[in-house]
């Protein structure tokens, strides 16, 4: 591994500060050391480059924050996966695994090549205007003003739509089921179990409970009725929709990778997080 992104929580200290330690490190190892547009004021003192497509650039990329930059990193991802090393800054990180004291060890078994890795399973959407995006979390689709009931119809392979008239709809990773699909009473599924869950928000009519499909089967949500509508992809990206226009769901043709813990158990970090101890 030569080259290095950092992605980092933006605008914290915290975050430069361990930073300056990781880049130091990678310096001495004469590791090539790349950072996004937003990180352009340090990467002079840092030696590192700037570039616009930091996970295509990269062969491995150094997250510091936590999961909401794990997802935002997740969204960098075009064409290929590329193993990531996630360090968690502050509350309990579901998705990123590494501590601040085990960021240096933990990079130098990444770049011996020794270090083990957890693949977890991502969504791709396909919206309205044909372009893709990846998930790692979900896909919400929701009113974006005042409170109204939405009408969806979910198109599930060859299968007569199943209707949904609800505040809005959740589409779920299995490792996303633990964040707003757990609020909304949808079930906590395994990471490594594969499906797309399917979380009503506030059902009235139809489909009154979450459903879990296989990955094997193609899916279509249509937007029957409804204003001021949005779609959400893991909570960095809105995206305007109109009744008429769908979404297609499908397994993304890559995983996202992560860098693992030895010191944790995931049972352990799910009480933890949702506070079951």
């Given at each position: ?5 950092l992605v980092l929580?933006?605008?914290?200290p915290?975050?430069l500060a361990l ?16 950072v ?6 340090t990467?002079?003192?840092w ?11 990269s062969?491995?990329?150094?997250v ?6 794990i ?13 990531v090393l996630?360090?968690?800054l502050g509350?309990?990180?579901?998705m ?11 990079l ?12 977890r ?18 896909a ?17 392979g060859?299968?007569?739509a199943?209707?949904?008239?609800a ?7 299995p490792?996303?089921?633990?964040a707003?699909s757990y609020?909304?009473?949808?079930p ?25 499909i ?29 009744p ?5 769901v ?5 995983p996202f ?14 009480k933890?997080?949702l506070?079951?101890?």
């Amino acid at each position: 591994m030569r080259r290095i992104g950092l992605v980092l929580k933006q605008g914290d200290p915290h975050a430069l500060a361990l930073c300056d330690g990781i880049v130091a490190f990678l310096k001495e190892l004469e590791k090539e050391i790349l950072v996004e547009e937003s990180l352009h004021e340090t990467a002079i003192p840092w030696g590192a480059v700037v570039s616009d497509h930091i996970a295509d650039d990269s062969d491995l990329l150094v997250v510091v924050g936590g999961d909401g930059t794990i997802l935002r990193a997740a969204s960098l991802l075009n064409d290929k996966s590329i193993p990531v090393l996630g360090v968690n800054l502050g509350r309990v990180g579901f998705m990123a695994e590494i501590s601040p004291d085990e960021a240096i060890p933990a990079l130098k078994l990444a770049l011996e090549k020794k270090a083990d890795y957890v693949s977890r399973m991502m969504l791709q959407i396909t919206l309205p205007n044909g372009k893709k995006a990846k998930v790692l979390n979900e896909a919400v689709i929701h009113w974006g003003g005042i409170a109204r009931l939405i009408d969806l119809d979910i198109k599930i392979g060859d299968s007569r739509a199943i209707e949904v008239r609800a505040d809005g709809l959740i589409v779920s990773t299995p490792i996303g089921s633990s964040a707003y699909s757990y609020a909304a009473s949808g079930p906590l599924m395994h990471p490594e179990i594969e499906g797309v869950l399917l979380t009503p928000i506030c059902p009235y009519a139809g489909l009154k409970r979450p459903l879990v499909i296989p990955t094997s089967l193609r899916t279509e949500i249509v937007l029957k009725k409804g204003e001021d509508l949005t779609l959400t992809l893991d909570g960095h990206t809105r995206i305007g929709m109109s009744p008429g226009q769908s979404i297609r769901v499908s397994k993304a043709p890559f995983p996202f990778v992560m860098a693992q813990s030895h010191g944790r158990d995931y049972f352990e970090v799910l009480k933890q997080k949702l506070k079951l101890l």
